[in-house]
Structures are given as structure tokens and as C-alpha cells.
């Protein structure tokens, strides 16, 4: 399967909408634009995750390595993500601990209060 990417702004944040499988195939594509996003400017990043049906841990090591570029700069980066597959693998490997997980977009920018 393809990885999609889509790109937009909802108040301050950007939101990177993922879609497909992220796997060992396609994962550098997420991270280049995940790098892209930070290297231009973008603190506040939201991956919308819902529409991913497939994660390995290459994956889960782009996330990591995005929200360790982010947290020096003093950006963050938090993830939507609904499917319980998924939602068990950030259980199980305790990266619910390291992101901050929420239900839709909306919740996501609402959580992280207003720009300091």
C-alpha cells in the first residue's frame, strides 16, 4: 500500500495528515517531510494517524526522531490516532508515555494551549 501525506494549518499548528502503511518502504518519505515541516519553521506539529493501517517500528522511530528535533527548539509534536492496533503498540513499547495521544485533530490543538 502507498503512504499519503497532506500538509495543513489548523490555528497555529501544523497538521500532518498520514494515510496507508508507514513501514521500512515508506517511513523515509515521512520523515523527510516531518523534517521539512521542522526545518521551516513548524513547532506545534500534529500527525494525524487515523487513517494508517500499518505501523513498524521504523515508524515509530521517524516519530521519535521528529519530537526529538522538535523538543530543543522547544516545539512538540503530538499524535491523533484512534485505531486500537496502533494505540497498543504505543502501550507496549511505553511511547504513549513520550506522546502526547489524542482522539481527533481538534482535542490535539485544544490541548496544547495558546502560543507562549
Not at 490555528?11 to 515508506?26: I, K, P
Not at 494508517?52 to 530543543?72: H, I, W
Request: with cysteine.
Amino acid at each position: 500500500m502507498e503512504l499519503s501525506l497532506a500538509t495543513r494549518t489548523v490555528a497555529d499548528h501544523t497538521v500532518l495528515e498520514v494515510g496507508g502503511e508507514v513501514d521500512v518502504y515508506t517511513a523515509p518519505r515521512l520523515r523527510e517531510r516531518l523534517v521539512e515541516l521542522i526545518d521551516g519553521g513548524a513547532r506545534r506539529v500534529v500527525v494525524d494517524l487515523n487513517r494508517v493501517d500499518f505501523l513498524d517500528s521504523t515508524g515509530l522511530g521517524v516519530l521519535v526522531g521528529a519530537q526529538k528535533r522538535l523538543r530543543p527548539v522547544g516545539g512538540t509534536l503530538m499524535l491523533v490516532c484512534t485505531k486500537e492496533p496502533l494505540l497498543k503498540i504505543f502501550r507496549i513499547t511505553a511511547l504513549d508515555q513520550w506522546f502526547p495521544l489524542h482522539p481527533s485533530v481538534e482535542a490535539a490543538t485544544d490541548a496544547s494551549g495558546p502560543t507562549a
